[in-house]
T-cell receptor, first 112, second 116 residues
Framework: AQSVTQLGSHVSVSEGALVLLRCNYS??????LFWYVQYPNQGLQLLLK??????LVKGINGFEAEFKKSETSFHLTKPSAHMSDAAEYFC??????????FGAGTRLTVKP | KAGVTQTPRYLIKTRGQQVTLSCSPI?????VSWYQQTPGQGLQFLFE???????NKGNFPGRFSGRQFSNSRSEMNVSTLELGDSALYLC???????????????FGAGSRLTVL
């Protein structure tokens, strides 16, 4: 069965520092992978998705993620954190159908 | 273009009651999925509807049910509410009607249910 594991339920960085949110997937077949962001009292918003076209995927708000098959990882990065990046981030995996499975989430705090 | 609309946004019920939540997908989207979000369990898939048919189902008891109408609007119902049903219920719609894992889900803001 497909699943994702997000390492670290809370990550804290200083404004301007590198953001690295970790996600490892488990899937017996090539998966589709997604990163979503959730701001307080809102639904989830798509940041980016991997669908095998390119291993380095660029998303909105300066985020990007790299698919590494050998490490079964899809970590999310941003070179320079901004205060507005503070939110909860979810990694998700899907294979067939709209039965998307989400990780437990990582809450990102950005310190001034 | 209007987004995914969920109503009501907030509601309070007591144990044993039932509740119906509504979701209006983005115009043209024919797939609607429902998720339950709680602090302890995270985001859990409830079910997905496409063209008025349930296409996928998560691991929830039969108290949780849903349906989709011909205009793609969807409702979910929870009967005999339990305290543990308190959660944010999220609806998401998708444009691509095929069973493709690449489909992007667009989420609504959710309906926050509190069971007392």
């Amino acid at each position: 069965a497909q699943s994702v594991t997000q390492l670290g339920s809370h990550v804290s960085v200083s404004e301007g520092a590198l953001v690295l949110l970790r996600c490892n997937y488990s899937s017996s077949v090539p998966p589709y992978l997604f990163w979503y962001v959730q701001y307080p009292n809102q639904g989830l918003q798509l940041l980016l998705k991997y669908t095998s076209a390119a291993t380095l995927v660029k998303g909105i708000n300066g985020f990007e993620a790299e698919f590494k098959k050998s490490e079964t990882s899809f970590h999310l990065t941003k070179p320079s954190a901004h205060m507005s990046d503070a939110a909860e981030y979810f990694c998700a995996v899907n294979y067939l159908g709209n039965d998307m499975r989400f990780g437990a989430g990582t809450r990102l705090t950005v310190k001034p | 273009k209007a987004g995914v609309t969920q109503t009501p946004r907030y509601l309070i019920k007591t144990r044993g009651q039932q509740v119906t939540l509504s979701c209006s997908p983005i115009s043209g989207h024919r797939s609607v999925s429902w998720y339950q979000q709680t602090p302890g369990q995270g985001l859990q898939f409830l079910f997905e509807y496409f063209s008025e048919t349930q296409r996928n189902k998560g691991n929830f008891p039969g108290r949780f049910s849903g349906r989709q109408f011909s205009n793609s609007r969807s409702e979910m119902n929870v009967s005999t509410l339990e305290l543990g049903d308190s959660a944010l219920y999220l609806c998401a719609s998708s444009l691509d009607g095929t069973s493709s894992g690449a489909n992007v889900l667009t989420f609504g803001a959710g309906s926050r249910l509190t069971v007392l």
